[in-house]
């Protein structure tokens, strides 16, 4: 198929239970929809929605901007990911979230584990050694250090996608 690409990755796929999963290219949509494992979704009432053309020697393929796949098991099953060094530093960028340094990042716990503090995604944050140090056995507080950001734990790369799209849709 020779086709005309505006975007690389043009087309939103969604689940079959209609929960935006991710952005797909125009030749992974057209594999869905010509297999019937998707189908095109229309999320206006006018129905007046882009959609795409894919032009072969046999056919022409339009590929609309929302595709619904028919299937179900995409859903992955996802998990909240253990609290270690690569998940902590996959978190929070590679950056120290004190001062911003991605240099000679350790792990950090906010509430010192001696004052009981949890090895918990809330609890856990990367840090660089200098600050490591001196924020030494103390809370931030005590320290008067301040995290750049509330941590937690990861969510779902599928359910982030979902609030990202619809957040991007109501502006
Ligand atoms: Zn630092």
Known sequence: M?????ATRPVILF??????????NLKRAAVLLVTDRAVPLSLME???????QMR???????????IRLTVGGSDRIWKVPPVNR??????????CQYCGSQKQLTLDHVIPRAQGGQHTWDNVVAACS???TKKGACTPLQSEM???RKPKAPMNP??????????ERKT
């Open 130 to 132: 200098p600050c490591n």
């Open 86 to 95: 690569r998940e902590v530093l996959r978190r929070d960028r590679h950056t």
């Open 15 to 24: 689940s079959q239970n209609y929960l935006p999963m991710a952005e797909i």
């Open 146 to 148: 301040a995290l750049q």
């Open 2 to 6: 020779s086709h005309v690409l505006y």
């Open 46 to 52: 006018s129905g007046d929605e882009k959609v795409w």
């Open 56 to 66: 072969s020697p046999h056919r022409i393929l339009n590929i609309p901007k929302h």
């Open 158 to 167: 599928v359910v982030a996608f979902a609030e990202q799209f619809w957040k």
